[in-house]
């Protein structure tokens, strides 16, 4: 394969495949129409409903399903790629679809696990349009949500939060622990349907970034879950396969996602430091300016090179292992951590211009802030590593 630079003179460039140019080209695309919208979404809290429209209608949203199934065949590496260009142009638009690209990944992966029902997911994804939002990232091991077993499956009560995407998805992938929380109790992994009776979305998202995602959330008011749709099982209050799968998707396309806002604020800064003056030179003649920017591009480079080097290591034939959730995670916090150094480092070259809401490196600061959150968070992420090196599993057998 050939490697090529698409991206215009003055913007970071991430070196490109042959294979890697057709995803990244319809990033750009639905990038073009969420940046026209992405202004006014984060200042309304409104859904990026523009962005999704153009992601239906263009197929990123089957980006990773297999093209046996009707996908386009994206693989992670490729929907890095892809949403680290998406994400140059709104990160709003490209996290809230991260969650059903990631998802999309996990069912591709139990597909290939041999997971009887995977195969019909992957292929209403493709055909049906599906959407899958999720909210595993509120309740994560304690569940508060309930499930009672019933002679139809299971009826589930609770509250779910960050649920991104939801005015734009069909259906919730979630959890419940089964009876009363506690220390024997089990928790069922499922999918409800977002129009089924007893769900509703409570407009709860009123943040400060990323409000665009529209992360709002779920409630579940006695919702049927018929048996055959638990999809796993793990004891409450631990680390278990379902999670463990989950994770290990979801580490490389939100690390990309995160670099991929910084890219986009690092180019912003470049080209309005190329216009700008300070004093009597321009800024890109000012010596800090070179540094500054020349920051920015290592940081970049290196982040780059962690998230491409794990997907490396791991292999096209990984496993969901605690040594490659731990391998990918370190790489997502590479990104993440220098993700906010390069949007910091962005706003220091142009200064007080940086600081209006009019401009993009605003947004881009807020934003790129909540790659803090998300499961394994930076420091739990050093401690898993930590512990699976002194010799423990890192996962409940």
């Known amino acids: 394969m050939t490697i090529a630079q698409t991206r215009p003179t003055g913007t970071f460039p991430i070196p490109l495949r042959d294979d890697d140019a057709r995803f990244v080209d319809l990033a750009a695309g639905v990038g073009a129409v969420a940046a026209e919208h992405a202004a006014e979404h984060d200042r309304d809290g409104t859904f990026v409903t523009e962005a999704y429209a153009a992601l239906r209608d263009s197929g990123y949203l089957a980006l990773t399903v297999p093209s046996e199934l009707g996908g386009l065949g994206a693989t992670m590496r490729q929907a890095c790629y892809a949403q680290a260009e998406l994400a140059r142009y709104d990160?709003?638009?490209?996290?809230?679809?991260?969650?059903?690209?990631?998802?999309?990944?996990?069912?591709?992966?139990?597909?290939?696990?041999?997971?009887?029902?995977?195969?019909?997911?992957?292929?209403?994804?493709?055909?049906?349009?599906?959407?899958?939002?999720?909210?595993?990232?509120?309740?994560?091991?304690?569940?508060?949500?309930?499930?009672?077993?019933?002679?139809?499956?299971?009826?589930?009560?609770?509250?779910?939060?960050?649920?991104?995407?939801?005015?734009?998805?069909?259906?919730?992938a979630t959890c419940a622990v089964l009876g009363e929380p506690g220390e024997d109790a089990e928790v069922l992994h499922f999918s409800v349907p977002l129009s089924a009776p007893g769900v509703r979305i409570d407009q709860t998202w009123d943040t400060l970034g990323m409000r665009g995602t529209a992360s709002h959330d779920v409630i579940l008011e006695d919702v049927l879950v018929p048996a055959d749709k638990i999809a796993g099982r793990?004891?409450?209050?631990?680390?278990g396969g379902p999670l463990l799968a989950a994770t290990v998707h979801f580490a490389p396309v939100g690390g990309a996602t995160y670099f991929g806002i910084a890219a986009g604020a690092r180019d912003a800064a470049v080209a309005a430091a190329s216009a700008g003056n300070r004093g009597p030179l321009p800024l890109s003649a000012l010596p800090r300016t070179h540094r500054q920017v020349g920051l920015m591009d290592a940081k970049l480079r290196v982040a780059w090179w962690a998230l491409m080097g794990s997907l490396e290591e791991i292999g096209a034939d990984y496993r969901a292992t605690p040594d490659v959730l731990s391998t990918v995670m370190l790489a997502?916090?590479?990104?993440?951590?220098?993700?906010?150094?390069?949007?910091?480092?962005?706003?220091?070259?142009?200064?007080g211009r940086s600081f209006y809401r009019r401009f993009s490196l605003e947004r881009a600061y807020r934003d790129v802030r909540a790659g803090t959150y998300h499961p394994f968070t930076p420091e739990a992420t050093l401690y898993y590593a930590g512990k699976l090196a002194l010799g423990d599993p890192g996962v409940t057998e």
């Open 91 to 172: 990160g709003a638009t490209a996290l809230s679809v991260a969650m059903h690209t990631y998802l999309t990944l996990v069912q591709g992966y139990r597909h290939r696990m041999g997971a009887p029902d995977a195969e019909g997911v992957l292929r209403r994804i493709a055909s049906e349009g599906i959407v899958i939002a999720t909210s595993g990232g509120s309740d994560w091991l304690w569940p508060t949500t309930t499930a009672v077993a019933t002679p139809e499956g299971f009826r589930v009560s609770g509250r779910k939060a960050f649920c991104s995407q939801s005015p734009g998805a069909t259906v919730v």
């Open 234 to 239: 793990r004891p409450y209050g631990e680390f």
């Open 332 to 351: 997502k916090r590479q990104a993440v951590t220098e993700a906010i150094e390069v949007v910091n480092l962005a706003m220091e070259v142009l200064g």
